[in-house]
Every structure is written in C-alpha cells, then in structure tokens.
C-alpha cells in the first residue's frame, strides 16, 4: 500500500505540475497568437510600402525615360540650331557683301549722273 500512497502523491504533483504547465502552455499561446497578430500586421505593412516603392520605382523609370528622351531631343535640337546659325551667319556674310556691292553702284551711278550732268551742260552751250 505504501507503493499505491507513494503513487498517488507522485500523480496528485504530475496533475498540480500539468495545470501549472496548462497555465504556462496557455500564456505562451496567447503571446504567440500576439505575436502573430503584430507578424500578420507588419507583413500587410511590408506589402504597402513594396507597393509604394513599385509605384515609386515605375515612376522614377518614366521620369528617367522622359529625361532621356527629352535629352535626345535637346541634342537634336541644338544641332539643328547650329546649322540655322551657320546658315544666318552665310545669309549676313552675304548681306554685307551685297550692301558694299549696292554702295559701291550707287557710287559709281552718282558720279555717272554727275558726269552725265555735266555733258548735258556743255552739250545744251553748243
């Protein structure tokens, strides 16, 4: 009997230690569900900013695009106002050239008339 008292005072301690652990298995339980509630929560939080950053990311390659087409443009751009240039820098050079050639007529026409003039008279005394 004294096994069978021995037994029942080991059983009735594995019983009290069993609740006890129940307890401790039922705190860590809800701390875990806890736990999981804020993982849950920072994973739908992870999942907006990996959606900003997508967004941010897709516009930033349209700017960059935008640039670099804007850029091409800028350069094709310059190069047709370089020959534009060239081209009003001929056209000027051309200009000067014909304004001294219509002074240097209207020169020689002047003293032509002058002569003319001058003929006329001495014709108009004979």
């Known amino acids: ?9 080991k059983i009735e301690e594995l019983e009290i230690s069993i609740k006890g652990h129940d307890h401790i298995i039922l ?5 875990c569900k806890g736990l999981e509630e804020r993982i849950h929560h920072y994973m739908k939080e992870i999942t907006t ?3 900003k950053w997508i967004e941010c990311d897709r516009l930033c390659h349209e700017w960059e695009d935008k640039f670099h087409h ?18 009003c820098h001929g056209l000027e050079e051309r ?9 240097r007529w209207e020169k020689k026409c002047h003293e032509w008339e002058s002569k003319c003039h001058e003929w006329e008279g001495k014709c108009h005394h004979l």
């Open 27 to 31: 705190e860590w339980e809800e701390k």
């Open 95 to 103: 200009i000067h050239h014909y304004m001294e050639e219509i002074t």
């Open 49 to 51: 900013w990996e959606e």
């Open 70 to 87: 804007l850029e091409i443009s800028i350069k094709g751009h310059d190069h047709i106002i370089h020959e534009w240039e060239e081209k």
């Open 1 to 9: 009997m004294a096994k069978v008292s021995l037994y029942k005072k």
